[in-house]
Every structure is written in C-alpha cells, then in structure tokens.
C-alpha cells in the first residue's frame, strides 16, 4: 500500500465536504455504527461524526496517521489492514473509504472485508485522477500539470483513475449497487492568498511537490530530472504573480461516490 505524510493528504484533501448533498445515499442521519476505513488523518470521519447520531469508528495501518486522526477529530481509531479488517462480521451498518482503494494493489480484498463487516452499507469515494482539471494564470503550469500527471498515472503501481469502476468491484464481492453520483472537489487560489497556498507555491518553487512522485515518474521513463528543473522555473512564476496580487488556479478533481447494499 501506498504512503502519505499527515501534510500530503492536507494538501490533497483541504476544502473537501464544503457540501456533503454527495453523500445523502449513506443515510447518515440513522447511522449507528459507522466504520471509515483507511481514515487517515480523518477528514471523512469528522464529516461522518458531525452528520451521524452514532458512533464513527477510524481504521488505518499507518498509526502517525491515526494520531493525527484522534487529536483533530476525537473519534476512537484502531491500526489495522483494509485488507484484513480487525472488526468482527457485521460490527457496522455502515462501511466506508475514501480515496483508499486507489492506493492498494489488491482493492478487491478491501471491498470484500467492508462487504463482511457491514450489515447494510458499503461506501466508496474514489477519484478519477485521469479526469483532473487544471487552468492557471501560469500557462506553463497547466502543461506541466497534465505532462507530471500522465507520467504519474503511467508509473504508479495502483489503479489511481479507478473511480468509476468502483461499481464492478462492489458487485463482484455481492454488494448491490444503490446509488452513484459525481462529487466535484474544486480548489480555488486567488487573492488574497492563504497560507496554505503560499506554501503550496514555495513547494512548487523548491520542486518539493514534484519530488514526493519522484518514484512513479522514473517508472514512467519520464526524465525526472528535467522535468523537475521545469517545474521548479515554474513555481518560480507563480510566487512572483502571487507577489503581484494577479495569480489564480483552479484545479477540479472529480470523486465518484458508489454506494451499495449488502
């Protein structure tokens, strides 16, 4: 399985759930045992503990994740494998992921423990990664963008563009699909920029944002090396508009958001 700092899935993950109507199909309001699987630092799980009456529980193998998890949300976690669920046969009426079966290399497996330890639901939310959009006041920025990322989606070892394809998995493990909906994570940068979006720019100046996919893009054949004096020469131009006040970026990442019964 693949691994994240508490500070890459921030930047990923800021500003998501803004709106929770895409998750109307997990009947949230009558949930009483709620599991979030691969919860990471919990930014799903404080959603799900806000809009549920009962008890949100958080999994993840990676425990300098769970901490983070309990100190920003409160919830009880426990460190376990999505693969190999450490929670007995029907313990939820409601199991859900985000943006985790991506990251595993046999996401099946993970489907067929939700399947088990869910007595109702099963929620996946999962992103296209191929069908992110970019437009940018730098117009090198955009080139880059979609340059890094189809090197990335050729070098990554998991299925990251999986989102639609979801619904075969959940059928495969005898989980009847209900429900299916597009949930657009959009990202705006503009003036007057936040904190975050200034370190985000001087990461981009440093090539530190590059780095962290240093891996995938050599798998791909891409030259790193170059690619990454581009991207810094790039970043380099996003803070000096940013100095000027005229900078601005989208970035929309659309989630697919499968829902299904047991």
């Not at 759930?17 to 009483?32: H, K, V």
């Not at 070892?157 to 979801?166: F, I, K, L, Q």
Request: glycine content about 6%.
């Amino acid at each position: 399985m693949r691994e994240f700092t508490p500070e890459y899935l921030d930047h990923t993950r800021r500003g998501m759930w803004e709106s929770t109507a895409a998750l109307e199909p997990l009947d949230l309001g009558r949930r009483e045992r709620v599991l979030d699987a691969g919860c990471g630092t919990g930014e799903l799980a404080r959603v799900l503990a806000a809009e549920t009456p009962g008890e949100v529980v958080g999994v993840d193998a990676d425990t300098e994740l769970l901490a983070v998890a309990r100190e920003r949300t409160g919830i009880p976690t426990i460190a376990g494998d999505a693969t190999r669920l450490p929670l007995r046969d029907d313990a939820a009426d409601l199991a859900v992921c985000q943006a985790l079966l991506i990251n595993l290399p046999d996401p099946a497996a993970a489907v067929r423990e939700f399947a088990r330890v869910s007595d109702d639901l099963v929620a996946a939310i999962e992103p296209n990664n191929a069908a992110v959009e970019v437009s940018s006041t730098v117009d090198a920025e955009e080139r880059l963008e979609r340059e890094v990322r189809a090197a990335y989606l050729a070098g990554v070892e998991t299925d990251v563009a999986m989102g639609e394809r979801v619904a075969d998995l959940f059928e495969d493990a005898g989980i009847e699909v209900v429900d299916r909906r597009t949930y657009e994570h959009e990202k705006l940068v503009e003036p007057p920029y936040s904190e975050p979006a200034m370190e985000s720019a001087a990461r981009k100046a440093s090539g530190a944002g590059i780095a962290e996919h240093e891996r995938e893009l050599r798998n791909a054949g891409a030259d790193y090396d170059e690619l990454r004096a581009a991207w810094r020469e790039m970043g380099r131009t996003v803070v000096d508009e940013m100095g000027e006040a005229t900078y601005r970026r989208r970035e929309v990442v659309p989630f697919e958001v499968t829902v299904g019964r047991v």
